[in-house]
């Protein structure tokens, strides 16, 4: 059991590195296509690699999820995709305006916030979660707000994507119970693409030497980020205990900040480190009844990404 648990555990510190170090892709990828352009190559890239997956766990249905009909399946997985479509959207517009570290330090700030409105859905909300939203929110002062008390417009777009991607989260987490999450992922990636397509088109220039020319990090952002690393998450989180899934996947932040200083060469001012600090600083806290056990926040379901349903 020790031997599968550090199995689970270091694959999943490769999906966290994966999604972490995808942020630098989408901000390359930018260099050449539109934000719309990219997400809608990007998601359908993305399901297309789902498919192989979702053949090869065909006989596994039953401990990968619940089936259920057709029509579940798909009305699920639109609603599924239309809230990545407003987080990826968002996140991939203010990527255009702010650098991949702080981007991918604000999208974090769902999981303080994934407590927080699940209050409303019936859920405890505990003293951790109000002091890491604290600390997270001074952070975020801290990374994103200037001397002139405003913000800046790409930081602003990708807190607006943190939004969407908390409704996302709590609509797997409902979602990956009663039906299985590859299934899901596959329709919801299709849905995001089909609603970046049109916007794309309407917004965009689109022509074939520049999406050759972003052919790598769309890969990258497709296969890897989106079919490699989700499926390593939906596997291996049944098999390593969810204060463990929590910890190593957090860990996703700090490879986007390290890649992109390494990589695009971003620089990070000691304000801008100090909001980091406090930002992580924050998300442990929120999640550290879960690390402790506590039986005082529900825990999501084995099937149910702990906080990742938005790093895809």
Same mark, same amino acid.
């Given at each position: ?35 719309? =352009? ?9 399901? &297309? ?20 009909? =057709? ?12 809230? *990545? ?12 305006? =702010? ?25 405890? #909300? ?8 604290? $600390? ?6 801290? $990374?994103? &707000? ?12 990708? *807190? ?34 089909? @609603? ?11 022509? $074939? ?21 989700? =499926?390593?998450?939906?596997? #291996? ?20 900040? *390290? ?25 442990? &806290? &929120?999640? @550290? ?24």
């Amino acid at each position: 059991m020790q031997t599968r648990t550090l199995k689970s555990d270091l694959l999943l510190l490769v999906a966290a590195f994966i999604w972490g170090t995808t942020f630098v892709a989408q901000r390359m990828g930018m260099d050449h296509i539109g934000p719309m =352009t990219y997400n809608a190559l990007r998601f359908a890239l993305g399901a &297309v690699t789902l498919v192989p997956v979702i053949w090869l766990f065909r006989t596994n249905d039953e401990t990968i999820g619940r089936p259920r009909s =057709t029509r579940f399946l798909f009305w699920a997985g639109i609603l599924a995709g239309m809230a *990545l479509f407003g987080g990826a959207s968002m996140q991939q517009m203010g990527l255009v305006y =702010t650098t991949a570290g702080k981007a991918s330090f604000i999208t974090s700030l769902y999981v303080a916030l994934v407590p927080i409105a699940g209050m409303f859905l019936g859920h405890r #909300c505990g003293l951790p979660v109000w002091a890491g939203a604290a $600390l997270a929110v001074a952070g975020l002062y801290l $990374l994103s &707000v200037t001397e002139s008390l405003a913000i800046g417009r790409g930081d602003l777009l990708v *807190l607006a994507g943190a939004l969407f991607w908390t409704v996302h989260v709590l609509l797997i987490d409902y979602l990956a119970k009663r039906a299985n999450p590859l299934h899901i992922a596959c329709i919801q990636f299709l849905a995001c693409s089909a @609603l970046s397509l049109p916007a794309a088109v309407l917004s965009e220039q689109i022509t $074939l030497p520049a999406i050759g020319a972003a052919t790598i990090p769309i890969l990258y952002g497709g296969i890897l980020s989106a079919g490699v690393a989700f =499926t390593l998450q939906v596997v #291996c989180q049944r098999t390593s205990p969810p204060a463990h899934a929590a910890i190593v996947m957090s860990l996703e932040t700090v490879f986007a900040a *390290l890649s992109g200083y390494l990589i695009l060469h971003e620089r990070l001012t000691p304000r801008d480190l100090l909001g980091c600090v406090l930002m992580f600083t924050g998300l442990m &806290v &929120v999640q @550290l009844p879960l690390l402790l056990g506590s039986p005082a926040i529900r825990k999501p379901g084995p099937n149910a990404p702990l906080t990742a349903a938005g790093r895809l």
